[in-house]
């Protein structure tokens, strides 16, 4: 069964100190593998789309990198702004018309 | 604003009540998801649309749960004989069918069954 699994499931950075969050996945058949950013009530926001292992994207303090069987987010001198959940997901299978299976996320705290 | 909209943002019903939501994708996108979040967890899938025809459904939609997505343009969801364990954040996401598909979210209708 395709299964993700983010962690850690809760992460309290000072503001400036860089880190990793890690998205490991189970999948048949890898079309894509995504970040979103979420605010508290509000819909999950697109950040990036990776598509093979050793692919690297980059966006502002964010790069996001995979591999074939995870995924790293890592931030570098986050700023309280940061502050939000993290969602990986992946769309799997062979078919253009696959859901996207989500995990349960990482909660990421900046303190000032 | 040319993104996914989602209405009402908020519903506070009472078990038993039928309810109904709508979402408009963005404009040429062809494909529309709908997804229930609840709390602590990620979006989970529910069903999809491309154009008007519903291609798929989760196990999770129940018979009492339906979505329509009329001329291919805005959907609705509708919940019938609302359960307490219904209370979730309903999100609808829109795409356009190409071989790198990205989904983008609506703000989400946020559901409460008394």
């Known amino acids: 069964e395709d299964q993700v699994t983010q962690s850690p499931e809760a992460l309290r950075l000072q503001e400036g100190e860089s880190s990793s969050l890690n998205c490991s996945y189970t999948?048949?058949?890898?079309?894509?593998l995504f970040w979103y950013r979420q605010d508290p009530g509000k819909g999950p926001e697109f950040l990036f789309t990776?598509?093979?292992a050793g692919e690297e994207k980059e966006k502002e303090r964010l790069k996001a990198t995979l591999t074939k069987k995870e995924s790293f987010l890592h931030i570098t001198a986050p700023k309280p702004e940061d502050s939000a959940t993290y969602l990986c997901a992946v769309q799997a299978g062979y078919s253009s018309a696959s859901k996207i299976i989500f995990g349960s996320g990482t909660r990421l705290s900046i303190r000032p | 604003d040319t993104g996914v909209s989602q209405d009402p943002r908020h519903k506070i019903t009472k078990r038993g009540q039928n309810v109904t939501f709508r979402c408009d994708p963005i404009s040429e996108h062809n494909r529309l998801y709908w997804y229930r979040q609840t709390l602590g967890q990620g979006p989970e899938f529910l069903t999809y649309?491309?154009?008007?025809?519903?291609?798929?459904k989760s196990r999770l939609l129940s018979d009492r749960f339906s979505a329509e997505r009329p001329k291919g343009s805005f959907s609705t969801l509708e919940i019938q004989r609302t359960e307490q364990g219904d209370s979730a954040m309903y999100l609808c996401?829109?795409?356009?069918?190409?071989?790198?598909?990205?989904?983008?979210f609506g703000p989400g209708t946020r559901l409460l069954v008394l």
């Open positions: 996401a829109s795409s356009l069918r190409t071989a790198q598909e990205t989904q983008y």
């Open positions: 999948v048949s058949g890898l079309r894509g």
């Open positions: 990776l598509y093979s």
């Open positions: 649309f491309q154009n008007e025809a519903q291609l798929e």
